[in-house]
């Protein structure tokens, strides 16, 4: 975190150094909003978060800098403000699909992540796997479910509620959601005049959708 906003202070730097305002006005928002997003997931753990208020939060903390770096490399390569707006669309669709697939990497048990398993269950997290499976479940099954996630937070406690997840559907409700996700981004793509880089933009979301760490 601390190594990010360093890079974020230092582009905003350079480009007032360059008196490249455009590029301070399409950062600076995004620095706010990213903060913005870091506390509102500090009060997710009551289920009250569904996928609305999901979206709403990585849209925040992740989503708004994707897109923000997205129009700007439009933006430094002389792009219009339609070709701008687009690209900035596609930045968008790629961090949610990017935060997501980082959701569901958190309830993977097969050891390739590279970030220690289960982190979002241990600070009381609410994220896209655990809707999509809570909303697989009986009111009963939810029940249990509460009283998993109140427990405390033991090695056997989060390897259950991440098995649960799994179970309920979790990933598939995901996977699901990131190809509906992946079909925005292509049909946009292809509002753009088309080039070798269209094809790059499609190969990063299909990597993104399919890696493994």
């Known amino acids: 975190m601390l190594t990010g906003d360093y890079l974020m202070a230092k ?8 008196s490249e305002h455009t590029i301070i006005d399409m950062l600076m928002p995004t620095v706010c909003t ?5 506390l509102l997931q500090l009060d997710t753990a009551d289920f009250s978060t569904d996928e609305s208020r999901y979206f709403d939060i990585i849209f925040r903390k992740t989503v708004s800098l994707i897109a923000s770096c997205m129009k700007i ?10 070709q701008i707006a687009a690209i900035g669309k596609i930045g968008e669709k790629i961090g949610y699909i990017f935060q997501i697939k980082d959701d569901m990497l958190d309830y993977s048990a097969n050891g390739k992540t590279g970030k220690e398993s289960g982190n979002d269950i241990k600070e ?8 999509c499976a809570w909303n697989n479940m009986t009111d009963s099954e939810q029940a249990d479910f509460k009283q998993l996630w109140k427990s405390q937070r033991t090695a056997e406690n989060i390897e259950q509620i991440r ?3 799994v179970a309920k559907g979790g990933m598939e409700g995901c996977q699901k959601r990131t190809n509906e ?3 925005e981004v292509f049909d946009l793509i292809g509002t753009l005049p088309q080039s070798d880089y269209c094809t790059y933009l499609k190969q990063i979301t299909e990597y993104i959708i399919e890696r493994e760490k």
């Not at 582009?11 to 360059?18: D, K, P």
């Not at 990213?34 to 870091?38: F, I, L, Q, T, V």
């Not at 490399?73 to 792009?79: D, E, F, I, Q, V």
């Not at 009381?124 to 809707?131: A, D, E, S, Y």
């Open 124 to 131: 009381n997290k609410v994220t896209m796997p655990l809707i």
């Open 163 to 165: 098995r649960t997840v």
């Open 34 to 38: 990213m903060s913005e997003g870091e």
């Open 73 to 82: 490399g439009a933006y430094t390569a002389g792009a219009n403000e339609q």
């Open 181 to 183: 996700i992946k079909e």
């Open 11 to 18: 582009a905003i730097g350079m480009a007032a150094a360059n």
